[in-house]
Structures are given as C-alpha cells and as structure tokens.
C-alpha cells in the first residue's frame, strides 16, 4: 500500500474527552496507522474558548470559532462531536457535516435522543457514517456489541447502569450510612454532577442513553420520550439498609424490552441481586446487560465517564471509520426502523414498598385489604424501628403489574392509616 | 437498493454450533437482510456423518461429503469452519477456500493457535476476510471489542476465565467441598469434557485462546508455544478453602501483557480477591478482561460454550461479511505481525505456597531461612490442621518474582523438613 490518505478530522469542544482524543491521535499515530491501514490526523478544532490552556499543544491545527464553519471545511472528513447539548451549536453543526459529506462521531446522547432519527436519515440520505459509541456507557464498546457482536440475535432485553454519579450516590449512601442530602452535596462538591443535577439523579442523562440502545435492540425509532423516568432522589438510606438486608441492592437501572403492547423502557431505582453482576457494581462504574435469543445475557462493564475512556470509544468510531467500516447509526437502514408505542410497565414484577403506618387499631390491615383488593399479593412484610405516632414498614409483594401497584399507592392514601406517600420500588430479575 | 444478492454459506461440521448456525440463518432470514442490506444463505453442508438425525432438515442444502469440496464451491461465498481440529481437513479446506478466494469463519481455536500467522496471510494475500470470534469466550463479542472498539488504545493486559468446565470444576469443588478426583469424574460424566481431557484441564484449550488474544492486544505472531501452561490437577480442595478464608477465589486465568523483555502469556491457576468480577465467576461462565492505556478496564461476561452463543459468535462475523465489512484477523496486516520472543513470568507478583511440613524441630525455620536466601519475603504463614508426622503449611509470600519462587521451591527440596512437592499459585492483582 502507498501511502494511504489521511482522515482527516475537525474536532469541535475541547473539553476533558476532546483533549483526550487529540492526545490518543498524537501518541499512538503508528498505532493507529498500522491498525486502520491509513493515518489519522487531525486538522482543525474548535470551542468556546481560545485561549484557556487545556494542557494540550493546540498550535498545530487550525482554529475555528464556530462549529459550523469546522464541520464543512474542504480538509475535515471527519466531524468529531463533542460539545454536547440536545440543540444549538452541537444540532446546527452535525446536520452541516452531513449537509457538507463528512461522517460524524459524536458522544452527544442528548442531541440523538432528542434528534437520532432524522439525523440518521440525513446521514444515510447523504451516504456518510454517523457513530456515537462515546454517547452510550464511556469506554465499554457496547454500541458495537449489540450493533455488530450480536447481530445475529433477536434482543429479548437491554439493562444499564449507564449513570456513574447516581450510582455513586447510591453505594456511598450505603457504605458511609449517609443520607441522600449529604451524600447529594458531597457529589456535588466533587464536580460529579452535571450543571443542571435533574439530567443525573433524575435519571435523564441514563434515559437518553437507554433510548439509544432501545433502537440498536428492538430496530425502532429512538423514543426518549417513551422512557418512563424515575430518579434516585425518594430513596432513603433505610431502602437501601433494608433492600441490603433482604439479599438486594437498589441501584438507578434503565430497562428496555419489547412486549406485546409496545417499546417498554424505564429508568428508574430497582432492587436488583446483591450477588448479580448489577448488584455487584460499585461506584461510579457503568454495566450494560445485553440478552439475545440466541447468545443469552452478555455483560460488560468498565468506566462510564472521564477522558481516557470516553476518548477511547471516540477513537473507535474513528478507526472504524478509517478502515472503511460502513454501518447503519442504529443497525438498520434508518427509514426502516419502526416506529413503535411506547407500553408502561406492562411486564410484571415483584415490587419493594415502603410505607408510613400511623398507630391506629386494624392500621396493617386496612393495607393489606388494601393491596389484596388491588390484585397485589404480599410475600413478606416487616416493621423496623419506630417514629413517633408512625412506624416505617417494609412489603415486598409477589409479582404483579404497575398497574395493580399504582391502584394499591392511590388507595393507600384513603386508608387513614398510612402518613404521606408509600414509596415503590421495582424489585428486576436480573 | 434492488434485491441484493444473498452471501451463500458453506458450513462444514454439524456439530451442535453448526446447527446452532442453521437454526439462526433460518430463524432470522428477515433480522439479518434487514440488518445487514443483503439476505444470507446457506448454499451446501459437510459433516462425517450424513445419517444422523441432528434435528434440522438438511434438504435445502447441497451436502458435500469433503469439506475441500465445499469451500470451493462457486456458489459458495463464506466458508463457516465448525469442524475444529489443529490440523487435517479443518486446516486442509480452510486454505482451499481461501486459496479459491472465499472469506472464512471459524471457531477453531486450535487451528488459529498453531497455524494462524500463515492463514492470515494467505487471506490477507487473497483480499479475503477470517473471522474467528466463535473461537474465544463463546458468545462474548470480545474478538470485536479488543480488534474494533478498543482500537485506540494500547493494550496493557488481557485476562481471562475462558475454560468453562474447569471454572464447573473449581467452583463446584468450592461448593460441595468435594476433591478434584470425584468432580473430574463428575464433569465427565456430564459430558463437558473434551475427549482429550488434558484439553480442558490441562489448560491447553484455554491457552489456544489467549494466544489469539493476545496476538490482537499486542500486535505479535500468534505464539501459542509461548503460553506457560499450568493445569488445574494439583489444586486441592484445601486451597480453595485456604484462599476463601483469606478472600481470594482460585480461577484458571490466562494473563498476557507484554514486558521489556517479551510477550508474557500464561494459563494457570491464580488466586485472585473474591470481590473482584473474575472472583464472582462462578460456573460455566467466561469473562474477558482487557486493559487499555486510555479505557482503563473493560469487563465482559457470558457463555462461553453451547449451541446458541457460540453460533452467535459466528452469525457476527457473518453478517459482518454481508456487511462488507473487511478488517485484518489479528487487528493489523497480518506481514506487520511482529514476532516477539516469549517471556517466562516476568512480571512479579504476590505467591501463595503451600507444602507438607515434617513434625521435626527448628523445620518452620529452615523453611524460612530457604526462602530468604532465594530472596522471597513472607506476608502471612498459617498452619492448619494436622496429618500423621505432617502439618500442611500455607505461605504468602510478598511480592517477588516467578525465578524467586522457583528457587525456594527448588531449596524447600533439600531441606529434609518438606514432604512432597510444594505448590506455588500465583496471586493476581485484577
């Protein structure tokens, strides 16, 4: 081979990950080169601010104030996403890049969330590769696995936990025996959380990456709009002690499988088996749990977030892209994905409530009428401690549908007996 | 796109993957055009045995009594090798296919181990693509995560738990407090044993795998001669139980990292802490660890056997194929392969040692005055229980190198004090 082209790529925002990949471009050019069969270069930047000292040589390439005019230049082949945002600059300039021929590698799961579907059309329209590997789970090359790895395989279901500042939270809550307040500041003060927190312990930063694994499994139109969301922000230190006690840890868990009525797809607090995989993942680590027909549960864990790693899933897209790899953003021909219905929590669960009974005659049973007319069954029930005038109790019940638990909480409320409002945790089978 | 031409497959070996594959192809003829923009077929079969009943029907396909025969086919695009074996007809129609210009996917670890650089090249020669995902950790994507995904990193270390009936034996041995004896002959009877036994407990499967692992990570000349093999034979139930008691889990795990002084590839049986996900392994399950410059470490977990992850395996690469996607086998042009010069446990670690001591006096101190003098320092030392005339002695060294250990082995042999021979298993750090 003689002296192949380079690919050429405009990087646009310059923070932690886009540092990250021009230092993977510069210290392992040979690396690349040998493995992709061509070298990669990168061409010219651009962010918001010039002159902040990123601990990077920015000398060599050219600089661009305004993504835009980055993503179309005649020397880029190569749109590389990494400002973030579900709209503004980070939309404007990836439908430009296409508009102009260039593939796009993006880590931007707000904008495919919001966007993915005419996003992908375009690019597909235009004959350009449009990837997001860094958008889903940091580091771990889970994009890949279920687009390519697994594409033999019907996917029965998809779980993640794909948020590392909630699931920070949750296992410091345990391990330091902390309320969520004071861990929630903690977070905080480390720079784990996002601008607005909502997107991390609100659970939406996790839905919007569930949303794109939901259309790679189930070959549908990405629905983020028909994520059920639940943060972590009702759960107490004593759902956590007594999930740990009964064998579970609760941990912010996205769910997604297709069921007889629609696209099911949740982000929400689970109680998850202490001794599987999930419940076993400490910290601010990601796991992904991908099922098949045919390959069965397939796990992968590794860092969700930070420079090296999200790079890392960056430089992959791109290596693919310099060898040549062409493959549908969402493994299918955009136009063919479906459009499906969103189901609510139809597939059935076990669930973990958690209410506060006052101390009144015939108050437990009141709730257990309660629940049994609802259609809810009860496995096991427990007290512990006890407030003034109230005392905490614990149901975990047999498997039922959010429907019948939903009509339990709502007649909870006119029992008398039960002060402000029952908590419902999901107990998943993993 | 107007009707795109199917890619014809010619499988050979019908053995439970290669049904497995049949049952897949036909399953999902609609998921796989769909995915891959072209249907896939099968054109013709080859196995020993034209009679048996293998619970597909075979009459949709041509059946050719030699695999040479299949492979070069002219309508057949794809060669799936399922029949394994290092070398007679698996080897003899992989290269006639290759030679007739066919892409080729195999599982056949032990092909690859022995033979790999020059199949590689001979396809690499052709402008054909080989694909061996099916051949490594079952159904895990894990050929596609190291060659692709990882890509742009340099690899520091690749581990793996990838023999699933010796981790059935190890864990079931932990389990039923049952010696090795009596679960050897029970996984035998249970049919997970290769009919060469030494195959699976010997290590020697498992090692096939970590070469071609590590021929990826590194970017070396597959040198499965360079793997240090250590069976699972000598690990006695009372070090599983030692090892728990101190927290650690004994796994058959293959390490490959590349040291200042070569390629270091080892299969063996390890210590490592019980918390850690390759601790957690419990049964027949596979996992992969890999660890990146920049990713940092990349967990991946599932079957490692069986008829529907192992045909998973290869679907991937097939439809890999019907994507058009052309990627070296090793992750670089097979002629830019370096061959690297083995280096035998190099890289120092945490020993545990455990020998017969002779109730004689002053013999705890001969012990340790051998150990000292080949320059291995003790962490930890416990006696337990008590033979006739014997005590069996449990050492942890600190850490030291492989050479060390050696020598105190060799000095524990002249001592007069040590029945036997003592048995040194290394701690890993994961």
Redesign the interface.
Known sequence: MSNPAPLRLGIAGLGTVGV?VIR?VRK?AK??E????RPVAITAVSARNRAKDRGVDLKPYDWEDDPVSLATRDDVDVYVELMGGSDGPAKASVEAAIAAGKHVVTANKALLAHHGQAIAEAAEEAGVVLRF?AAVAG???VI??LT???????ITRVMGVMNGTCNYILTRMYDAELPYDVVFDEADKLGFLEADPQLDVGGIDAGHKLSLLSSIAF?TQVDFDGVELEGIERIQIADIEQAADMGYRIKLLGVAQMTGRGLEQRMSPCLVPA?S?LG?LEGGTNMVVIE????????????GA?E??T??????D???IA?????STF???AT?LVETRPAKATVPAAYYLRMSLMDKPGALAKVAQVLGDAGVSINRMRQYGHDEGTAPVIIVTHTCTRAAVDEALAGLGTTGVVEGDPVAIRIEEV
């Open positions: 990250g993977i392992h690396l690349i040998e493995r992709t069969g590997e580091g771990i090359p890949k696995a390519e790895g697994l594409a033999g395989n019907e070959g001794a995989p076993q098949g027909d045919s390959v069965g549960q397939i796990v992968m864990r590794g860092a930070g090296g790693p790079a890392s899933a960056v430089m992959g791109v290596m693919d060898r040549g790899i062409t493959i493994g299918k021909a063919a």
